[in-house]
């Protein structure tokens, strides 16, 4: 393919030759109050190319704004990136489909007066965190999960799992309605409140394998109030 010349709104792309279906990342300075800049992903498509504005990738910080694509953005990011949040979505809701994660993020709202929400679209939890992935949450609002038959209504922790400073709420699972955690997972939660999570047998907020010795829960400074369990116990 001949060198190409285009612009794409405020992407300038001058690359020079690149392969039909190649990936390249062009930084550019995305409006934003803290002008925070951004990778777009570049494709080639045939003869052209063309930017795909949904995936916004950035080394060593990602950010999520209002248009992003939330599962785009996670299955696109790199192995221990740091995602954080736009000033645009300060006090609102982002939707999101359930996460599986094989690799570590952080998403950090921490930045944000009145956080992010995180609102789980459809049936499932929102991260489930494998053996080989982790993930770090700050200032932010999990709710909407639903695991009909599973673990972790918000969170299943098969990896390394900290959470800071956020709320848990309105989930639900067969066992923890709001978290979870089972071997080879870990779980520490500091300045965290579980309210209003509901599971249909065991752990309304939080399940625990009794079996899992090699699976460490520590919970620093928590409000676990008003939950929900089935046939067995666990309520708050």
Request: charged content about 20%.
């Amino acid at each position: 393919m001949s060198a190409i010349n285009q612009t794409f709104g405020s992407v300038n792309w001058s690359g020079g030759v690149i392969a039909p279906g190649e990936r390249q990342k062009v930084q550019i300075t995305y409006d934003d109050p803290a002008d925070l800049r951004f990778f777009y992903v570049i494709e080639v498509v045939s003869d052209s190319i063309q930017a795909v504005p949904k995936v916004r990738v950035s080394s060593p910080e990602g950010v999520v704004t209002a248009s992003t694509d939330f599962d785009d953005l996670i299955e696109e990011v790199d192995d221990g990136e740091v995602i954080r949040f736009s000033q645009e979505l300060n006090g609102k809701v982002k939707r999101l489909s359930q996460v599986w994660l094989e690799k570590e993020i952080t998403l950090d709202a921490s930045n944000l007066s009145e956080g992010v929400t995180l609102e789980v679209t459809g049936e499932g939890r929102a991260f489930m965190v494998r053996p080989n992935g982790g993930l770090t949450l700050r200032g932010l609002n999990l709710t909407g999960g639903n695991v009909e038959s599973g673990w972790g209504g918000a969170v299943m922790a098969n990896g390394p799992v900290l959470i800071e400073n956020c709320a848990i709420f309105g989930n639900e699972a067969q066992y923890g309605g709001g978290v979870a955690c089972d071997t080879g997972g870990s779980l520490t939660m500091r300045n965290v409140t579980l309210f209003r999570n509901r599971s249909t047998v065991s752990g309304g907020a939080l399940f625990h394998s009794s079996g899992s010795v090699d699976a460490p829960v520590l919970l620093e400074n928590c409000t676990i109030s008003g939950n929900w369990a089935g046939t067995q116990r666990g309520r708050d």
